[in-house]
């Protein structure tokens, strides 16, 4: 038996998400689907993580077991061949029989595109989230980086099917940073670990502080254990990457 690690990228938009989902179509199942082709038996495909419905990913790491000693170069074709053209295989290599993408991941990188002008291109619609309205873009540069360190995010994390026991909600941030590339403005953040919606809610949370809504306070209240303010509000998800995974 085998051990492959593979790096997939994906446009989420047909999608909901990664994790199998009975009758929809979802990142996960679709890797499946393809390797059960090629293994002629059920092959279990393990991510980094799960990403919600309609988020994309430029490099998310997933791992799985094979008994086919198809050679690489040959699975890495094969799976780009049956897969469908939204959802690529950009590397697969050997892993340790231990490895765990999830488990072993040191940190994860996240985008987020607003596209700030009056008229969204079309071509470009499925993967920025269109807000031409004026906003203090500044305001958002300077209060990105108060996200950095290690906080509770209870206050930007979704209620979680998959996490009945309500487990920390603690997580450390790397880096947190906004920034005008055209015209589109970006967040990037880099964190040990996300949180069900955390990101998009964070998103949101900065946008509210470009509308005038919130402050420096009302950011660093939110990262307070037990603050008691209503999560959200919630950016689109088509606006979202997963950018890298590190290990």
Not at 39 to 67: I, M, N, P
Not at 184 to 200: C, N
Request: aromatic share 10%; hydrophobic share 40%.
């Amino acid at each position: 038996m085998r051990r492959i690690r593979i790096t997939v990228s994906y446009d989420g938009t047909e999608y909901h998400g990664w994790q199998v989902q009975p009758g929809l179509p979802t990142i996960q199942s679709a890797l499946e689907a393809v390797l059960g082709e090629i293994e002629g038996a059920r092959v279990q495909v393990k991510g980094s993580g799960r990403t919600d419905a309609g988020v994309h990913a430029l490099a998310q790491v997933a791992a799985f077991d094979l008994a086919n000693p198809i050679p690489l170069a040959n699975l890495y074709k094969a799976m780009n061949r049956l897969l469908p053209h939204d959802i690529r295989v950009l590397e697969a290599a050997e892993a340790a029989l231990d490895f765990h993408p999830r488990f072993q991941a040191q940190a994860k990188t996240y985008e987020f595109r607003f596209h700030r002008s009056e008229i969204c291109p079309p071509f470009v619609r499925r993967y920025v989230y269109s807000y031409p309205y004026p906003i203090d873009e500044e305001r958002m540069f300077e209060l990105a980086p108060r996200f950095e360190g290690e906080h509770d995010f209870s206050a930007f994390a979704a209620s979680d099917g998959k996490d009945p026991l309500g487990h920390s909600k603690i997580r450390r941030i790397y880096s947190s940073s906004a920034c005008r590339e055209g015209d589109v403005l970006i967040y990037r953040v880099t964190g040990s670990g996300f949180l069900k919606h955390m990101v998009r809610n964070m998103v949101g949370v900065l946008l509210e502080a470009g509308k005038g809504n919130i402050d420096r306070g009302d950011i660093e209240r939110r990262l307070q254990p037990g603050c008691g303010i209503p999560v959200g509000p919630t950016v689109p998800a088509r606006g979202l990457f997963l950018v890298s995974v590190e290990y």
